[in-house]
């Protein structure tokens, strides 16, 4: 079974950074896609950043120039670091695994982390 964990989450005051980190217990590079989505209470998830298996990242507008994504091939791990954070980044964020295998569909979520955003 693939297990994404994350961690890096926490409590970080307004125009603060935090750096989350997704590790995958398989070749992280292998998946199709890892994305990595936020949800704020009550709304649904956005998918933040994400990033290819051939190393194409994309970003949600409300954090380009903020947020970067990386992924290391050597340490199957995935991390977002952030700057400049604000209120409204204060979400549960999420890591996603997907794609095709040639056989199924996969799926794969971390347990998620708090960030809060606040003074």
């Known amino acids: 079974q693939v297990q994404l964990v994350e961690s890096g989450g926490g409590l970080v005051q307004p125009g603060g950074s935090l750096t989350l980190s997704c590790a995958a217990s398989?070749?992280?590079?292998?998946?199709?896609?890892v994305i990595w989505y936020r949800q704020i209470p009550g709304k649904q998830y956005e998918l933040v950043a994400s990033v290819t298996s051939n190393g194409g990242i994309t970003y949600v507008d409300s954090v380009k120039g903020r947020f970067t994504l990386s992924r290391d091939n050597a340490k199957n791990t995935v991390t977002l670091q952030m700057s400049s954070l604000s209120p409204e980044d204060t979400a549960v964020y999420y890591c996603?695994?997907?794609?095709?295998?040639?056989?199924?569909?996969?799926?794969?979520w971390g347990q998620g982390t708090q960030v809060t955003v606040s003074s």
């Open positions: 398989t070749t992280i590079s292998s998946f199709d896609a």
């Open positions: 996603n695994a997907n794609g095709y295998n040639g056989l199924r569909r996969y799926d794969y």
